[in-house]
Structures are given as structure tokens and as C-alpha cells.
């Protein structure tokens, strides 16, 4: 059976081998000449599943009230993107209700710890290297009545799922000493002990690697010109190059999966987020944090790459498909990133590091798309917002398992595209 999958970003690259596994012949195809040189490329590099929750929470409504218009607001929502929103925004709005919040999250709680399972097993069985830790990571919280109801929620959404370690400032500086400097700032910590972090990119181009060790065909260089159906039944991937003959197709183009079906006159509800990274080469490692750090008030990371590297990503702006990294946001990602770590805070300069901008595609209730559509062989495997890596891996076997006529490891209901 022909299975053609349409971008290589690290969702697309983890289908195309969970695929060739599965004794599928393979072929990915991306516009791109590399893989994971879109949304995958410079991200926060966190596999955090026990934090894997929708960002439309409780409370989401005054949040970006209270942020418009705020050049150093976490969110960016220009009023002349309203418009554009329309229906997608109401229904965004409309998750953010307690009830459906937290049945979002449990829902892709589990798909990300499913998904940790099986990218461990990818990294022993295939010897993948992408600058990997395992050590955890922590939340950090700056107001002990922000500490206790991030506590409380927490304790709800991984109920009987996973653990989390709740820390006062005391137990966070011994965790990750690189905090000691605002210790007297801090309020208290939520330590995940199963949590890891990496490049995504260089794990997609791994995982790339080892489907086409086994089989997979790469297609770099190539843009989509239609997806070929006969009345509703899937024929082909038609490309700038040639016409692909595919017996089943599935789309995992994250933003760009919109403008693909289209034509087909399948709508999904995905709307592109701009979020931004800069990640830099430091001397004094000494200095660098050894824990992923994620400041949730201000929506930002910072994340060790290796021996020097240290990379700093977060916001979230509502700007539609442009990928332009406008200075004022990225001089507040910097001054986050300063605030939290004062000692390295003279490295964190636009001139220093490589900057990046990436666009999330982020579904109203926060669950990805994955499953089937109305064509036949035509498949969904896109909409992860945030969270595409954290959850790549398992949405890739739990739909090969689907297109092979198994029963997938991970009940798909929640996930399906026509919900």
C-alpha cells in the first residue's frame, strides 16, 4: 500500500517511519529543502505531556483584555485580526469554560504521555541523538495565590495520569541553582520528573533518516499542486515535479494543512499563532540552567541545548500566516529571559543569538486532528498547537495503527477530525 505523507516537520517525519514500520511504502513530501524547516525548526523544545493542556483556560477572556494592546503582553491579539477569527475565535472562547478546559487537557495528557513512551522506545531502538535531556522540568511562579491554583489545577488535569513535585522558592534554587539570583522572587515551583527536552529539529531529521534507512522516499524540494481524488476516493499527490500515485495520504503540514483540503472542501479549524525563539552559544556554561524553565505568567521557556547552547521561545501573537519577527516582541522575549536569569542576562542580545519565528496551528478546543476525512485514504495528522513535538510521536503509530487496520494503543475519539 502507497502512503504518501505531506510534510517534514517532526509530526510529519515521525508518521513517515511510524508508516514504513508498519510495512507501508512511504513517500514524505515538504516544499522545504530540509526536514523540520518550519514550526519544527528553533521551538521550545519541550516534551512536557503533564503540561500538555490547551492555552484557552479558565479565565482566558480577561487575560487578553487585560493584555490588549500591551507591547509587552504574553498574547498579541491586533484588533484587525478580529474579523479574521470569526467563528474559530468564538469557539476558542467557548473551551475556555472550566468543564471542557479540563477534558482538552486530559485528553492530550494522555496522548502526550502515550507519545513519551514511544519516542523513548524510537531513541534506544534507533540511536537518536538531538542534544537530549531527561532531568525534568519545572513551572516557576512569582505570587503564592498563582502557585496554589496552578497547584490545584494541576493536581485535577494529571489525576491518576502522572505526578508533579510542588516546591517552595527554598527547594526550587536547590533544584536549578541558575535561580538563585531571584530567589527572593520566587513563590514556589512545580517539578515534572518524567519530562524531557531537545532539538526537535534534529530529532525530525533523525527519525527522517531512519525511515528512509527503512524504505520512506524523501520528496524535499517539492510543493503540493492539488491532492487527486476520483468523486471521494483518493488517487494521487500531484507536485511541481510529477503526479505521485497513493493509495492513502496524510496531512501533516501544521498552518498549512488549511490551504491544502480547501480545494477539497474540507475545512479544519486551525489558525496559525506566531510564537518567536532565540537561541544562543554561551561561554560560561557554568551559568546555564540545567532544567528546562517555563515562566507561564510571561508564556516563556528557556532551554539547554547541549554543552553551551541555550535557547529562550515563548509568546504567542494572533498575526495570521506572517513569519516576520518584529523587534519590539522579540526585545520582550529577551527582557523575560534577562529578569529570570540576571547573571547571563548581558549574552541575551538580538545581535547574539539566532533568531526564529515559527507559526503554531492551534485548533478551538486544543486537541490535534487526527484520524480520518470524508475522501477516502485521505488522513488528518495536524492542528497540535504548542504541542506538536510532545505529542509527535504518538500521533504518528496511533494513526499508522489506524491506516493498517489495527487497533491503536490510544483510543483516537477525542482527536477525530469531524468532531
Given at each position: 500500500?502507497?502512503?504518501?505523507?505531506?510534510?517534514?516537520?517532526?509530526?510529519?517525519?515521525?508518521?513517515?517511519?511510524?508508516?514504513?514500520?508498519?510495512?507501508?511504502?512511504?513517500?514524505?513530501?515538504?516544499?522545504?529543502?530540509?526536514?523540520?524547516?518550519?514550526?519544527?525548526?528553533?521551538?521550545?523544545?519541550?516534551?512536557?505531556?503533564?503540561?500538555?493542556?490547551?492555552?484557552?483556560?479558565?479565565?482566558?477572556?480577561?487575560?487578553?483584555?487585560?493584555?490588549?494592546?500591551?507591547?509587552?503582553?504574553?498574547?498579541?491579539?491586533?484588533?484587525?485580526?478580529?474579523?479574521?477569527?470569526?467563528?474559530?475565535?468564538?469557539?476558542?472562547?467557548?473551551?475556555?469554560r472550566r468543564a471542557r478546559f479540563v477534558a482538552n487537557a486530559r485528553a492530550n495528557i494522555r496522548l502526550g504521555l502515550y507519545s513519551l513512551d514511544r519516542l523513548r522506545d524510537w531513541r534506544e531502538r534507533y540511536a537518536i541523538d538531538y542534544a537530549q535531556t531527561t532531568a525534568g522540568s519545572m513551572q516557576l511562579y512569582f505570587s503564592r495565590p498563582a502557585f496554589d491554583r496552578a497547584l490545584a489545577m494541576r493536581r485535577e488535569l494529571i489525576a491518576g495520569l502522572g505526578e508533579v513535585e510542588p516546591l517552595d522558592a527554598e527547594a526550587v534554587v536547590a533544584r536549578e541553582p541558575a535561580l538563585a539570583p531571584v530567589a527572593d522572587q520566587l513563590a514556589g515551583g512545580l517539578f515534572y520528573p518524567t519530562h524531557e527536552s531537545g532539538d526537535a529539529a534534529f530529532f525530525a531529521q533523525g527519525v527522517a533518516?531512519?525511515?528512509?534507512?527503512?524504505?520512506?522516499?524523501?520528496?524535499?524540494?517539492?510543493?503540493?499542486?492539488?491532492?487527486?481524488?476520483?468523486?471521494?476516493?483518493?488517487?494521487?499527490?500531484?507536485?511541481?515535479?510529477?503526479?505521485?500515485?497513493?493509495?492513502?495520504?496524510?496531512?501533516?503540514?501544521?498552518?498549512?494543512?488549511?490551504?491544502?483540503?480547501?480545494?477539497?472542501?474540507?475545512?479544519?479549524?486551525?489558525?496559525?499563532?506566531?510564537?518567536?525563539?532565540?537561541?544562543?552559544?554561551?561561554?560560561?556554561?557554568?551559568?546555564?540552567?540545567?532544567?528546562?524553565?517555563?515562566?507561564?505568567?510571561?508564556?516563556?521557556?528557556?532551554?539547554?541545548?547541549?554543552?553551551?547552547?541555550?535557547?529562550?521561545?515563548?509568546?504567542?501573537?494572533?498575526?495570521?500566516?506572517?513569519?516576520?519577527?518584529?523587534?519590539?516582541?522579540?526585545?520582550?522575549?529577551?527582557?523575560?529571559?534577562?529578569?529570570?536569569?540576571?547573571?547571563?542576562?548581558?549574552?541575551?542580545?538580538?545581535?547574539?543569538?539566532?533568531?526564529?519565528?515559527?507559526?503554531?496551528?492551534?485548533?478551538?478546543?486544543?486537541?490535534?486532528?487526527?484520524?480520518?476525512?470524508?475522501?477516502?485514504?485521505?488522513?488528518?495528522?495536524?492542528?497540535?498547537?504548542?504541542?506538536?513535538?510532545?505529542?509527535?510521536?504518538?500521533?504518528?503509530?496511533?494513526?499508522?495503527?489506524?491506516?493498517?487496520?489495527?487497533?491503536?494503543?490510544?483510543?483516537?475519539?477525542?482527536?477525530?477530525?469531524?468532531?
Amino acid at each position: 500500500m502507497r502512503v504518501t505523507v505531506i510534510g517534514a516537520g517532526v509530526v510529519g517525519a515521525c508518521t513517515a517511519l511510524a508508516l514504513v514500520e508498519r510495512g507501508f511504502e512511504v513517500t514524505l513530501i515538504d516544499q522545504r529543502e530540509r526536514v523540520a524547516e518550519a514550526s519544527s525548526h528553533a521551538n521550545g523544545g519541550g516534551i512536557t505531556p503533564l503540561h500538555s493542556e490547551p492555552w484557552n483556560g479558565p479565565g482566558l477572556a480577561g487575560s487578553l483584555l487585560k493584555y490588549m494592546g500591551r507591547a509587552d503582553a504574553p498574547w498579541q491579539l491586533p484588533p484587525q485580526r478580529l474579523p479574521g477569527l470569526g467563528r474559530w475565535g468564538i469557539r476558542f472562547l467557548a473551551q475556555s469554560r472550566r468543564a471542557r478546559f479540563v477534558a482538552n487537557a486530559r485528553a492530550n495528557i494522555r496522548l502526550g504521555l502515550y507519545s513519551l513512551d514511544r519516542l523513548r522506545d524510537w531513541r534506544e531502538r534507533y540511536a537518536i541523538d538531538y542534544a537530549q535531556t531527561t532531568a525534568g522540568s519545572m513551572q516557576l511562579y512569582f505570587s503564592r495565590p498563582a502557585f496554589d491554583r496552578a497547584l490545584a489545577m494541576r493536581r485535577e488535569l494529571i489525576a491518576g495520569l502522572g505526578e508533579v513535585e510542588p516546591l517552595d522558592a527554598e527547594a526550587v534554587v536547590a533544584r536549578e541553582p541558575a535561580l538563585a539570583p531571584v530567589a527572593d522572587q520566587l513563590a514556589g515551583g512545580l517539578f515534572y520528573p518524567t519530562h524531557e527536552s531537545g532539538d526537535a529539529a534534529f530529532f525530525a531529521q533523525g527519525v527522517a533518516e531512519e525511515a528512509e534507512r527503512q524504505g520512506a522516499q524523501m520528496r524535499l524540494g517539492e510543493s503540493i499542486r492539488r491532492i487527486v481524488c476520483d468523486k471521494q476516493q483518493l488517487t494521487a499527490v500531484e507536485t511541481d515535479h510529477e503526479t505521485i500515485p497513493a493509495d492513502a495520504c496524510v496531512i501533516a503540514a501544521g498552518p498549512e494543512t488549511t490551504e491544502l483540503l480547501r480545494p477539497l472542501g474540507i475545512r479544519v479549524p486551525i489558525q496559525p499563532v506566531r510564537g518567536y525563539s532565540a537561541t544562543f552559544e554561551l561561554e560560561d556554561a557554568e551559568s546555564l540552567p540545567a532544567l528546562p524553565l517555563l515562566d507561564t505568567a510571561r508564556r516563556f521557556v528557556t532551554l539547554r541545548l547541549g554543552e553551551r547552547g541555550l535557547r529562550i521561545a515563548g509568546l504567542a501573537d494572533f498575526a495570521g500566516h506572517h513569519r516576520a519577527i518584529p523587534p519590539a516582541r522579540m526585545d520582550v522575549l529577551l527582557d523575560n529571559a534577562r529578569n529570570l536569569l540576571p547573571a547571563l542576562a548581558d549574552h541575551f542580545t538580538p545581535a547574539a543569538g539566532r533568531l526564529w519565528a515559527g507559526l503554531r496551528p492551534v485548533t478551538p478546543d486544543g486537541r490535534p486532528l487526527l484520524g480520518a476525512t470524508r475522501i477516502e485514504g485521505l488522513y488528518l495528522n495536524a492542528g497540535h498547537g504548542p504541542m506538536g513535538w510532545t505529542m509527535a510521536c504518538g500521533s504518528a503509530c496511533a494513526l499508522a495503527d489506524r491506516i493498517a487496520g489495527r487497533t491503536p494503543e490510544i483510543d483516537l475519539l477525542p482527536y477525530d477530525p469531524s468532531r
